[in-house]
Every structure is written in structure tokens, then in C-alpha cells.
């Protein structure tokens, strides 16, 4: 069964610099979601992309963030000088627009030191 | 906007027993409702999902959640709980925008502990 994929795993950054998680969605699909689980809270929704560009985004998501699909296969979160608080798992999600079920990744488990 | 309410962060059944997982959910218009599963180190794996047809709805691993409007709740059941149902599970609402994008809205999660 085909899956969303998110490299790395892990991801261990020093405050400041800039972080770039990377995600492969399900082939067929055109919306491409960020999602963020800081430790023992809620998944909360971060952004959609379709069409190569942002539909939606939440106040979460300010100017340190960025999304982008570089190459038609990848979709890719950035985070431009990371805060301690930047600390969560970051999970990329994809679906089709006829099943409204959205299929995610395993997650990148981002850590700001 | 839509939300979702879980009862109780965690519930501990014995292998065997009924598993009893509450979402209570809050919407102006129907909504459409999902059960995520979440397994140590993985990602969100979909249980089932309600989209306004039948409103009892049959998912994987033996799960089943009944949609009752009367009470705005979307309860997730098995009859017999296995070792492998550890795991936390996650009560979504879908969002929809009035771009007409969709978001998942997601509950603060039921852990669920199995005993032999």
C-alpha cells in the first residue's frame, strides 16, 4: 500500500539554525498537509498546500516557516532559526480530494538544543 | 469551529475486555469525523472514518464507532481487547475551510493499556 514518507527520523539542531524537514507524499495526491505533536500535547494542524502554494495555514505557522514542493515528488518544511519551543514531532500528511482522509507520515521527531 | 473532546488520557482494559474510548465532538454543520491510531514511534494510521453515511462505521483491527447526533458523540468500540491494541488513538473532525480546505482537528488523545 503506497505511504507518505518523512526523512530523518530524527533531527537534533542547535537553536538558531535552520532546520529542513523533508517529506514524500503519496503519489497520486494533490493536498499536502504539516501537522506538529510538541511532547504530550495535541497533533496540531500547521499548513495545506495544494496547487504549489499555501491554502491554508495556522497562526502557529509565522514568518520562521516555510513550505515548498522543490520537484514535483517532495514536499519539504522549513524552519528558517529554530526555538526551543520549535521542539515537537512533525508530521506531513497527503490526500486526494474525493476520500477526504488524509494519510500520514511517520514523523520527524525535531529537537532544539 | 469544530472540535473534539476526549474523555479520560488513558484507559486500562485486561486483554479480552470491552474497549470503551469516548469522543464527544462540536460542530454547526455535519461533520465529518475520523479515529486515528498511533503505535509507539509510528505515525497516524486510520482506524475509520463517518462521512455522513451509515452511522455505524466499521474500521480496522476489529474497531467500530457509532456517530450519534443526539448525543454529538462518535465512540470508538471493540468487543475484545487485544495485547496489540496498546497504542494511542486520536479523535479528528475535519475542518473544512470556506476555501473549502480541509484541516483535521484533532483531540488530546486516550492511551489505551492492555493487561494480560
Known amino acids: 500500500e503506497p505511504e507518505v514518507t518523512q526523512t530523518p527520523s530524527h533531527q537534533v539542531t542547535q537553536m538558531g539554525q535552520e532546520v529542513i524537514l523533508r517529506c514524500v507524499p503519496i503519489?497520486?495526491?494533490?493536498?499536502f498537509y504539516w501537522y506538529r505533536q510538541i511532547l504530550g500535547q495535541k497533533v496540531e494542524f500547521l499548513v495545506s498546500?495544494?496547487?504549489?502554494?499555501?491554502?491554508?495555514k495556522s497562526e502557529i505557522f509565522d514568518d520562521q516557516f516555510s513550505v515548498e514542493r522543490p520537484d514535483g515528488s517532495n514536499f519539504t518544511l522549513k524552519i528558517r532559526s529554530t526555538k526551543l519551543e520549535d521542539s515537537a514531532m512533525y508530521f506531513c500528511?497527503?490526500?486526494?480530494?474525493?476520500?477526504?482522509?488524509?494519510?500520514f507520515g511517520d514523523g520527524t521527531r525535531l529537537s532544539i538544543l | 469551529a469544530q472540535s473534539v473532546t476526549q474523555l479520560g488520557s488513558h484507559v486500562s482494559v485486561s486483554e479480552g475486555a470491552l474497549v470503551l474510548l469516548r469522543c464527544n465532538y462540536s460542530?454547526?454543520?455535519?461533520?465529518?469525523l475520523f479515529w486515528y491510531v498511533q503505535y509507539p514511534n509510528q505515525g497516524l494510521q486510520l482506524l475509520l472514518k463517518?462521512?455522513?453515511?451509515?452511522?455505524l462505521v466499521k474500521g480496522i483491527n476489529g474497531f467500530e464507532a457509532e456517530f450519534k447526533k443526539s448525543e454529538t458523540s462518535f465512540h470508538l468500540t471493540k468487543p475484545s481487547a487485544h495485547m496489540s491494541d496498546a497504542a494511542e488513538y486520536f479523535c479528528?473532525?475535519?475542518?473544512?475551510?470556506?476555501?473549502?480546505?480541509?484541516?483535521?482537528?484533532f483531540g488530546t488523545g486516550t492511551r489505551l493499556l492492555v493487561s494480560p
Open positions: 500528511a497527503s490526500s486526494e480530494p474525493s476520500t477526504r482522509v488524509q494519510h
Open positions: 503519489s497520486n495526491h494533490l493536498y
Open positions: 498546500f495544494y496547487n504549489n502554494e499555501i491554502s491554508e
Open positions: 460542530s454547526s454543520v455535519p461533520p465529518y
Open positions: 463517518y462521512t455522513s453515511a451509515a452511522t
Open positions: 479528528a473532525v475535519d475542518q473544512t475551510m470556506n476555501t473549502g480546505f480541509q484541516k483535521l482537528v
